[in-house]
């Protein structure tokens, strides 16, 4: 088969033009191929965004010196950036004391909320208490504008010895339920003998009021007045834990008025106050305590002749005191360091003016409660019989066992 060969065709300079048409140059071919799947670097695309920028706003073409380009979008990101900033309106200027770091309270309206408090009874623990009976005085410090301070209330340390006897559960609930009521804070410190029994512990868990259940350890064997040992070890657990509070002893078997609390709470150092007793034989009440000009004490009430040569007339149940006294001797300038506590040497009947010696000094140095110790705010009546047992049948090791007929 014959084949054919084209001949290359000349060059552009040789070829010859007519009418003097100039030749038209063609740069010559590139060496690198091209790819069409490359992607643009980031250095052109920068390039780009900033000519077309230039191009839109000036309406030239832009030219290919990246360094004027970079110029300009510097510049167009400086004057936005100050034009954001830029406010426009009218904007209230704050003052130095507009900025603290303190953080305060917000501003509350006692007096309202009181007032509603008033109103709706307030639940606690599965029992209702009206807000209504709360002493507002006590809480509440009202100013000349108009608006009031909140007053933390004196914590109430209240001391109870108490003992297995058939009528004590009916006593600690009896007290349970005074407490109780008493416009916190208050801590009901309760002494048993020996071992801590379930009856008290349930009692107290069920009472709600904030309590500390204690133990003396004492041997009874070698004391006389059990009652001494018990409240003994209560000062010692206050004196050990300094707690800070008014100290009152409540015997369990006493009947007390919610008028006697919130006036300890008006104690200083020592206060004390008159006491309706009911003498030994239950013939006859006496009135045992102070007397008192205002709460200046100036005498005793006393009936009977034995109880005379005591330096102080006044029952267990019948005074209060600061418990600073005890942990902190350098405030009340008690001249010996010694613990104060009850003694169980002395005759009966002399425990509390034995005490009281170790507290104050004088009458001087007393608070007669309330003002003019003109009412009777507890009562000390030895009602309780003694040497009463559990009558038999009263507990059952199982459950009654009855026949029932079912028609």
Not at 88 to 113: C, M, R, T, W, Y
Not at 226 to 254: M, P, S
Not at 356 to 365: M, R
Request: proline share 6%; net charge positive.
């Amino acid at each position: 088969m014959a084949s054919f060969r084209r001949t290359l065709s000349p060059p552009y300079h040789d070829r010859h033009y007519q009418n003097g048409e100039a030749p038209v140059p063609v740069p010559p071919p590139s060496h690198k191929p091209f790819a069409a799947s490359a992607k643009p670097s980031s250095a052109s695309l920068g390039f780009d965004v900033c000519g077309f920028l230039t191009f839109v706003l000036l309406g030239k073409q832009p030219r290919r010196s990246w360094r004027r380009l970079l110029y300009r979008c510097l510049l167009f990101f400086l004057f936005g950036f100050l034009f954001g900033m830029t406010p426009f309106g009218h904007v209230n200027e704050l003052q130095a004391h507009d900025f603290s770091l303190d953080i305060k309270p917000p501003n509350v309206n006692v007096n309202a909320q009181l007032e509603k408090a008033i109103d709706h009874p307030v639940r606690h623990d599965g029992f209702v208490r009206e807000s209504s009976n709360l002493e507002v005085g006590a809480g509440v410090r009202a100013k000349s504008d108009g608006s009031s301070d909140l007053v933390p209330r004196k914590q109430l340390i209240v001391v109870t010895p108490t003992y297995s006897r058939a009528a004590q559960a009916y006593s600690l609930y009896r007290l349970g339920q005074v407490l109780r009521l008493v416009p916190p804070p208050l801590l009901w410190i309760v002494v048993e003998m020996n071992v801590v029994s379930m009856e008290t512990a349930d009692i107290l868990r069920k009472s709600g009021v904030m309590y500390r259940h204690l133990v003396c350890t004492k041997n009874s064997t070698d004391i006389k007045d059990r009652g001494v040992h018990q409240r003994n070890t209560a000062l010692e657990h206050i004196e050990r834990h300094k707690l800070d509070g008014i100290v009152y002893f409540a015997d369990d078997d006493n009947i007390y008025s919610l008028e006697l609390f919130h006036s300890l709470r008006q104690i200083r150092r020592f206060g004390t106050w008159p006491v309706a007793m009911l003498a030994q034989s239950k013939s006859k009440a006496i009135l045992e305590g102070p007397v008192c000009n205002g709460s200046q004490v100036i005498g005793w009430h006393t009936n009977e002749k034995s109880k005379r040569l005591r330096r102080f007339h006044v029952d267990m149940s019948g005074f209060a005191f600061n418990s600073t006294i005890l942990w902190d001797p350098k405030r009340w300038r008690r001249l010996t360091l010694h613990p104060i506590q009850q003694l169980d040497t002395v005759k009966e009947g002399f425990q509390e003016t034995t005490f009281i010696q170790q507290v104050v000094e004088d009458e001087s140095q007393m608070e007669g409660i309330p003002f003019g110790c003109s009412r009777i705010i507890n009562w000390h009546l030895h009602l309780e019989a003694r040497n009463l047992i559990y009558p038999k049948g009263w507990l059952f090791d199982k459950n009654l066992e009855a026949d029932l007929t079912v028609t």
